[in-house]
Nanobody, 116 residues
Framework: QVQLVESGGGLVQPGGSLRLSCAASGIIFSIYTMGWYRQAPGKQRELVATITTGARTNYADSVKGRFTISRDNTKNTVYLQMNSLKPEDTAAYYC??????????WGKGALVTVSP
């Protein structure tokens, strides 16, 4: 059974930092592209960042220079370091593991709230 479990969300003030973690089980982690997506209330889910099996990264323009995605294949874990957080970063953040159209899995999400 595939499980992606996010942790590290919470309430933070504008300008603050958080680090999200996503622990994967039930998959061969190293062969999956891992990603973080987010969904704000009333909006569609959007890409935040992805990291390939070769550690190539891709970021949404809105988070470039502020967020960093990384992975540790020895721990089956992907991270999202979020710095200089803004109120518009408030959302549920979802971990994604993607191999192909069928082998595509989601976590249940972690809430991030950026507010004074």
């Amino acid at each position: 059974q595939v499980q992606l479990v996010e942790s590290g969300g919470g309430l933070v003030q504008p300008g603050g930092s958080l680090r999200l973690s996503c622990a994967a089980s039930g998959i061969i982690f190293s062969i999956y592209t891992m990603g973080w997506y987010r969904q704000a209330p009333g909006k569609q889910r959007e890409l935040v960042a992805t990291i390939t099996t070769g550690a190539r990264t891709n970021y949404a323009d809105s988070v470039k220079g502020r967020f960093t995605i990384s992975r540790d294949n020895t721990k089956n874990t992907v991270y999202l370091q979020m710095n200089s957080l803004k109120p518009e970063d408030t959302a549920a953040y979802y971990c994604n593991a993607n191999r192909n159209a069928i082998m595509n899995f989601w976590g249940k999400g972690a809430l991030v709230t950026v507010s004074p």
